[in-house]
């Protein structure tokens, strides 16, 4: 599964992260001495996270900050002010982020918070008859499913800054990934990974760590359901034991169902092993803290909480799980000049690096990895290395289909 990465043919190329943190977590997302202020994460000349600017394999050379952010005069003569609905648990998004862009533009962020993807597609459907969501923040996978719904409105690429990302980010496969249609109707916010987070003493890994070190019963593991079958299913696909690549799961429903039934099968055996699934941080978090697991299958912020307690974030040999998140605008959104406004300022190298500080992830703007917390930075290096990157295995496409047998997949994984 090694590719020129990024956008690589069977890679399906982005995304995913279904679920997320829930906003009582009893570990915010920084402690409280290392949570980023403005200034924090803005500090320059800290030149972090080259490797993030891989997604064409090589450095790329990242140009000047962007100028001070030039505001539409017609979205400053409306509400003056934006309703974004987006992911719980990430405290410096109210604290810091917000403010921020309102100082930049006028505009004010009123900002409801949600814990996972699925209640946030659920919520749309209700926001198209009743109004009261402009932004929203899914994930590119997810966008074929929210178009054929009828959520999802058309950017104005003319009142955005398409050339401030990273190439990789908005292009190529992901900019077709972002026109359902040919129209723009998902433009990118931050990425990052769902890998092994290990308890450095007491998990028992392979050598080197595999996705296998999950079912291992010396261990006592944390998982997402829907995720944890997934990775089973590439760990039997990288030791040649499925009846065909589990990437055509992703595009053939027949196929879907012969490889789950037997990831599934697989994964029931190893069961025992399970202390806790995980829908959020909080539940992520509490599985090492409260209930011992030693090994777990998780987003890159919950080893990053855990990272000065004895845990450690680690790349298995099959490849990390990556994920693109991104914003959509309502079909029925009212402040559309305030949106534009919003996506565009947090392609900015300020935006976008606060943006990824926040989710303790990968900005998405040129500039903005000079920018980005340092520490948020350091422990993203010390995961990754060139050969660690060139394995990442972006989330594919998911229909709506899809989606609904892979709940009942997960279902009866925690039911057996």
């Given at each position: 599964m090694k590719t020129q990465f990024a956008i690589s043919a069977n890679r399906a190329t982005y995304t995913d992260k279904i679920g997320r943190v829930v906003r009582s977590a009893p570990r915010p997302l920084h402690s409280a001495a290392g949570r980023p202020e403005m200034g924090s994460y803005m500090t320059k000349s800290y030149s972090t996270l080259d490797r993030r600017t891989l997604l064409k394999g090589t450095a790329l050379g990242i140009g000047a900050l962007a100028a001070p952010a030039i505001v539409s005069r017609k979205a400053l003569a409306s509400s003056g002010e934006l309703n974004f609905t987006g992911w719980a648990g990430y405290p410096a998004l109210a604290e810091k982020v917000f403010p921020a862009f309102e100082a930049a533009t006028g505009i004010k962020v009123n900002f409801k918070e949600l814990p996972d993807q699925d209640t946030m597609f659920a919520e749309a459907k209700v926001a198209l008859e009743a109004g009261g969501i402009d932004v929203i923040e899914p994930t590119i996978d997810r966008v074929g499913a929210w178009d054929s719904n009828g959520l999802l409105g058309t950017f104005d690429e003319s009142k955005l800054a398409m050339d401030n990302y990273l190439p990789g980010l908005a292009d190529g496969a992901a900019g077709e990934r972002s026109r359902p249609g040919g129209a723009l109707k998902y433009v990118p916010s931050v990425w990052g990974t769902e890998s092994l987070v290990v308890n450095t003493a007491d998990a028992k890994l392979s050598t080197p760590p595999s996705l296998g070190d999950l079912f291992n019963p010396e261990n006592q593991a944390v998982l997402r359901p829907h995720s944890s079958l997934a990775a089973m299913g590439r760990w039997l696909d990288a030791q040649g034991k499925l009846p065909r690549p589990w990437m055509d799961g992703y595009s053939d429903m027949a196929a879907m169902v012969e490889l789950w039934?037997?990831?599934?099968a697989e994964a029931v055996k190893a069961k025992g092993n399970v202390v806790q699934w995980w829908s959020g941080e909080n539940e992520?978090?509490?599985?090492?803290?409260?209930?011992?697991?030693?090994?777990?299958?998780?987003w890159d912020s919950t080893g990053f909480n855990l990272r000065n307690d004895g845990f450690a974030?680690?790349?298995?040999?099959?490849?990390a799980f990556a994920w693109h998140q991104g914003f959509v605008m309502m079909k029925n959104a009212t402040n559309?000049?305030?949106?534009h406004e919003f996506v565009k300022w947090v392609s900015t190298a300020e935006g976008a690096a606060g943006w990824a500080s926040a989710f303790s992830s990968n900005p998405v703007g040129k500039g903005a990895s000079d920018l980005l917390d340092p520490e948020v930075a350091a422990y993203y290096n010390g995961t990754f290395n060139d050969d660690a990157l060139s394995k990442l295995w972006w989330w594919p496409d998911q229909s709506a289909e899809f989606l609904a047998k892979r709940a009942e997949y997960a279902d009866k994984y925690k039911a057996a």
């Open positions: 039934d037997i990831a599934l992520a978090n509490a599985g090492f803290t409260a209930n011992g697991a030693t090994v777990g299958l998780c974030y680690v790349a298995p040999v099959e490849g559309v000049e305030q949106a």
